[in-house]
């Protein structure tokens, strides 16, 4: 996680106005929208992890994603929910500023906390380590959404993208049988990248499981 929101931080400090409107992997939605987001995942992650849950544990690093799948209602208002409020930021330094600001924030409190403590969030509990777990994949996933408009940026986080694809292959079911890169597989197990027919043959049965989660 520290990795993670280090290397996605490296790609954000130096962003200008200009900067935010480029497009990014995510339909919709420019850098300022995608930093929003993150934004807003930081801060669930800093409340969930000073919000200790009484209840069992229902989710881990892995079953955390199978309510997150691309084409629902959910997922259509959360990309309109991001685009009207980044564009509430008159400057975009404000936005960028209070996302870094808040991603050190729950850093730090992901370092002081027992990633064995079952915390909730999502209304899920799961274990701090398999939320820290999460939200490495979610930060890993975006700095890869980002880059494309920004040759120059710095790649997403080795140990991150191994996390990702841990998170996929437990989600398949299984290694993946293909000699894919962590970046292609994080691209196209999330949906950011269509199957070829050429890996919809080599996948078989496996290929009705992609996205994987989007």
Known sequence: ??????????VVAPLEDEDSWLPTACTGWAVRDLLFHCLVDCQRGLVALHTPAGGPVDRDAVSYWSDWRPGTEGAADDRR????SA?????????????????????????????????STQ?????????????????TIHHLDVVPSLPHAARASSPGLACVRGTLDGLLGRPLPLDWSDEHYARAGTGRLPLTDAEIRALGPDAASFPLFG
């Open 87 to 119: 564009g509430l930021f008159m400057h975009f330094r404000q936005l960028r500023d209070l996302y870094l600001e808040t991603a050190a924030a729950t850093l730090h409190a992901a370092a002081a906390t027992d990633p064995g403590l079952p915390v």
């Open 123 to 139: 209304g899920h509990t799961l274990t701090a380590g398999d939320l820290m777990a999460t939200l490495t994949v979610e930060a």
């Open 81 to 84: 929910r991001a685009r009207v």
């Open 1 to 10: 996680m520290d990795a993670s929101y280090r290397a996605l931080a490296a």
